[in-house]
């Protein structure tokens, strides 16, 4: 049977969830790179594809990871491979390591993917570097493109958001 008692626990029981409070995710370091993704709006079309391709259980690990993420208007210039959401392709985009710009200074202006293929700053300005991607010892060749957002942190690593695509030729 219920009763007045009951109603009025139950009831005060619902307000106190209520007034719980839920931590917005916010790129303060506090939060792993899919979760830090999904709230950067210019990157959607690759949080989907890195989704798609199995590659988002990877990134809310441990890590660390650096993740360069295109925005959606380098992304809907990307070949199939990348937009199909082909994870070896993606892994073009994705380091081992926490890794600033100043860290990818230091380490003379190269990052090696999880593919095998190097990034490597080719000019641009401190603020905004320009990168391109490179086979092995070759020279950088395919698209370049300007880090447009450095250094957002994430609990698991760094992402870079940036304006193409990076495909070595």
Same mark, same amino acid.
């Given at each position: 049977?219920?009763? *007045? ?24 370091? *506090? ?39 295109? @925005? ?16 070896? @392709? ?21 990052? *090696? ?35 447009? *957002? ?20």
């Amino acid at each position: 049977m219920i009763t *007045r008692r009951s109603l009025f626990a139950a009831g005060g029981g619902a307000l106190m969830l209520a007034g719980c409070e839920t931590a917005q995710v916010a790129a303060d370091g *506090r939060f792993p790179i899919m979760d830090v993704l999904g709230i950067i709006p210019e990157v959607s079309d690759f949080r989907s594809a890195l989704r798609r391709a199995d590659l988002d259980d990877l990134l809310k690990g441990p890590g660390p990871y650096t993740v360069f993420a295109p @925005t959606n208007t380098a992304w809907g210039g990307a070949p199939p491979d990348f937009r199909n959401a082909n994870p070896a @392709t993606l892994r073009n985009l994705i380091a081992a390591g926490r890794l600033r710009l100043p860290d990818i200074a230091a380490r003379g202006n190269r990052v *090696r993917m999880l593919s095998g293929v190097d990034i490597r700053v080719v000019g641009g300005t401190p603020a905004e570097p320009r990168i391109q991607a490179a086979r092995g010892n070759a020279a950088p060749s395919g698209a370049s493109g300007s880090i447009v *957002r450095p250094n957002i942190l994430c609990s698991n690593g760094i992402i870079h958001v940036i304006g193409a695509v990076l495909i070595p030729s």
